[in-house]
């Protein structure tokens, strides 16, 4: 797509939090990891490896295959809030599924902006001193972050993978 696309559908997903192309069927790995591209994709980094399933190729790699069936993919990714990318220095600013219909599956999609906008004025005050860090690689993340495009503030946390939370002091940017 143009240029002026890429930034439209980024400033879309900036909004709104993640789109969703439905009925998207004959997307190819390559064409995939491509689309990742528009937005600065950069190699991959799994924290549970490739599953045997995964065809071969000089792309797959970057394709972490998760599953509700072992055969097919890794089983019991994710199934607290998270942000992915989490363990990351600098985490992913966006991510793309290729979600495949079985019958099982329940994943589901929160707007961190939302979530932080419920939350009272006193917890949205605390929140933002707090910082995480996450269990797998030592990573602090402030749990309060503003998005880059969008200037809105969001929660960002990894249930299953922070370690600890730290809080810093009232007017203090130590902790």
């Known amino acids: ?82 942000n992915d990318g989490s363990f990351e220095g600098a985490p992913f600013s966006h991510v793309a599924y290729h979600i495949l219909e079985n019958g099982g599956g329940g994943t589901h999609f929160c707007h961190q902006g939302i979530a932080f906008d419920l939350l009272d004025e006193e917890t949205q005050e605390f929140w933002s001193r707090l910082t995480s860090v996450n269990s797998n690689s030592g990573v602090l993340h402030p749990v309060v972050h503003t998005h880059p495009i969008s200037g809105r503030k969001s929660v960002w946390l990894h249930m299953g993978m922070t370690g600890a939370v730290i809080e810093k002091l009232k007017d203090s940017e130590g902790f």
Do not use: C, Y
């Open 1 to 82: 797509p143009s240029d002026t696309v890429v930034k439209a559908l980024e400033e879309e997903m900036a909004e709104r939090g993640f789109l969703v192309f439905k009925r998207q069927k004959d997307v190819s790995v390559d064409q995939l990891i491509e689309a990742t591209k528009w937005w600065g994709g950069r190699a991959m980094h799994s924290t549970h490896g490739v599953h045997p399933a995964t065809p071969p190729g000089p792309n797959m790699r970057h394709i972490f295959r998760l599953s509700n069936d072992r055969t097919h993919g890794i089983l019991g990714v994710g199934p607290q809030w998270h």
